[in-house]
């Protein structure tokens, strides 16, 4: 018989099969075990279908009676877009529930728990809680929040270059850690990029990965709407693209933007678009996850913005040497290097010939 640990992670890799498919909703795993035998188990794989616990009590039938359900994360107690999976696990007679963390979302918080406690339900939380927390960042930022969980994403030189000094930057990486990012692109609601990247490189911004993936929703920040009518993201008609611009822009410019159904939002009179506002839009919008692919100027600018939650940096053991050449993050930067931005729970990954660092800012 495996240990409540074994079952968890059975459950947590469940969940983990919907990455990039469930939002805005949390990604969830639940088994459903009786004498030692596996009697359901069941994922949540996008927002508006069965909950996790529903799927396994499906599977299970009347099994279920006396089982002990694992769930990756607290079985909800409200109604919301389905009926709450407190209940159901009631219902069906499970008597325990081993849970690896709570709903952050404020609807719950608690009470699923609470609630089956009440209907004499034994539950056990805290299971694989910091492997729960991992997988579903984004939900828990999103769900807090009210805003998208931002990943800025690298790639750079040995020698720290994004481009020669020339402007040429294909490509910094090989094949393998660029198709890795055709998979972030695949697990994030949208993507976002500075003007001065659609004029330098006219970007698609899709997703091209086989057998196919989900494109997300195009960003394009433009203080003044300097993007050009032809720009691949404006005319290929591949997915949703938004301008983030200021008051600043050009009203003509505006309305023929708004006449291709492209959506402009304005953030204000400000000299720049304000990450700040534009981070609180785009979580309005039901964007749960950003993917930030830079240029130098924006990843500085959401570097000033303190708005990073994770940094995906790819290192090529290349050199371009050029003290011109950019850099990942641009602008003044930083005076001293003890108010350096550290990052915290770092991990080193080899992918394919590159070196991918990643981790989450402390911001102090
Ligand atoms: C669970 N099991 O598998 C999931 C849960 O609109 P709904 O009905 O899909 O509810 C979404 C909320 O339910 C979501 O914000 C989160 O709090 C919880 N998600 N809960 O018990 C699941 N996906
Ligand atoms: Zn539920």
């Given at each position: 018989?495996?240990?409540?640990?074994?079952?968890?992670?059975?459950?947590?890799?469940?969940?983990?099969?919907?990455?990039?498919?469930?939002?805005?909703?949390?990604?969830?795993?639940?088994?459903?075990?009786?004498?030692?035998?596996?009697?359901?188990?069941?994922?949540?794989?996008?927002?508006?279908?069965?909950?996790?616990?529903?799927?396994?009590?499906?599977?299970?039938?009347?099994?279920?009676?006396?089982?002990?359900?694992?769930?990756?994360?607290?079985?909800?107690?409200?109604?919301?877009?389905?009926?709450?999976?407190?209940?159901?696990?009631?219902?069906?007679?499970?008597?325990?529930?081993?849970?690896?963390?709570?709903?952050?979302?404020?609807?719950?918080?608690?009470?699923?728990?609470?609630?089956?406690?009440?209907?004499?339900?034994?539950?056990?939380?805290?299971?694989?809680?910091?492997?729960?927390?991992?997988?579903?960042?984004?939900?828990?930022?999103?769900?807090?929040?009210?805003?998208?969980?931002?990943?800025?994403?690298?790639?750079?030189?040995?020698?720290?270059?994004?481009?020669?000094?020339?402007?040429?930057?294909?490509?910094?990486?090989?094949?393998?850690?660029?198709?890795?990012?055709?998979?972030?692109?695949?697990?994030?609601?949208?993507?976002?990029?500075?003007?001065?990247?659609?004029?330098?490189?006219?970007?698609?911004?899709?997703?091209?990965?086989?057998?196919?993936?989900?494109?997300?929703?195009?960003?394009?920040?433009?203080?003044?709407l300097?993007?050009?009518m032809?720009?691949?993201?404006?005319?290929?008609?591949?997915?949703?693209?938004?301008i983030?611009t200021?008051?600043?822009a050009d009203r003509t410019k505006r309305a023929q933007l708004e006449e291709k159904r492209i959506?402009v939002?304005?953030?204000?009179?400000?000299?720049?678009?304000?990450?700040?506002?534009?981070?609180?839009?785009?979580?309005?919008?039901?964007?749960?996850?950003?993917?930030?692919?830079?240029?130098?100027?924006?990843?500085?600018?959401?570097?000033?913005?303190?708005?990073?939650?994770?940094?995906?940096?790819?290192?090529?053991?290349?050199?371009?040497?050029?003290?011109?050449?950019?850099?990942?993050?641009?602008?003044?930067?930083?005076?001293?290097?003890?108010?350096?931005?550290?990052?915290?729970?770092?991990?080193?990954?080899?992918?394919?010939?590159?070196?991918?660092?990643?981790?989450?800012?402390?911001?102090?």
């Open positions: 018989m495996m240990e409540h640990r074994e079952y968890m992670e059975l459950a947590l890799k469940l969940a983990a099969a919907a990455r990039g498919q469930t939002s805005p909703n949390p990604m969830v795993g639940c088994v459903l075990v009786k004498n030692g035998e596996v009697v359901g188990m069941g994922a949540h794989l996008r927002a508006g279908e069965a909950h996790a616990e529903v799927q396994a009590l499906r599977m299970a039938g009347t099994k279920a009676k006396g089982a002990t359900a694992y769930v990756t994360l607290e079985p909800c107690s409200h109604y919301g877009r389905t009926p709450p999976c407190a209940d159901a696990l009631i219902e069906h007679g499970v008597q325990t529930v081993v849970v690896a963390m709570l709903d952050p979302n404020p609807l719950v918080a608690g009470r699923g728990v609470a609630k089956l406690k009440e209907a004499g339900v034994n539950v056990l939380t805290g299971i694989c809680e910091a492997e729960a927390k991992r997988l579903n960042e984004v939900f828990i930022t999103f769900i807090t929040t009210g805003r998208p969980f931002v990943t800025v994403k690298t790639a750079m030189t040995l020698d720290g270059k994004v481009a020669t000094y020339s402007g040429s930057s294909r490509w910094i990486t090989g094949e393998e850690a660029r198709r890795e990012v055709h998979r972030m692109r695949h697990e994030h609601d949208a993507i976002l990029v500075g003007v001065n990247t659609v004029l330098a490189d006219n970007p698609q911004l899709t997703t091209r990965l086989s057998p196919g993936g989900k494109n997300p929703i195009r960003v394009i920040v433009d203080t003044t300097r993007i050009p032809d720009a691949n993201v404006l005319t290929d008609g591949q997915a949703p693209t938004w983030f200021t008051e600043h959506r939002f304005s953030t204000g009179d400000g000299p720049k678009v304000d990450i700040d506002c534009l981070l609180a839009t785009l979580g309005e919008q039901q964007v749960s996850s950003l993917l930030v692919e830079g240029g130098s100027q924006i990843n500085s600018a959401f570097l000033h913005a303190r708005a990073i939650n994770k940094v995906v940096a790819y290192v090529a053991p290349k050199l371009v040497a050029g003290q011109n050449a950019p850099t990942p993050f641009g602008g003044l930067g930083i005076e001293e290097m003890a108010d350096a931005i550290s990052l915290m729970d770092v991990s080193f990954e080899k992918v394919g010939n590159d070196m991918k660092i990643s981790g989450y800012p402390v911001w102090r």
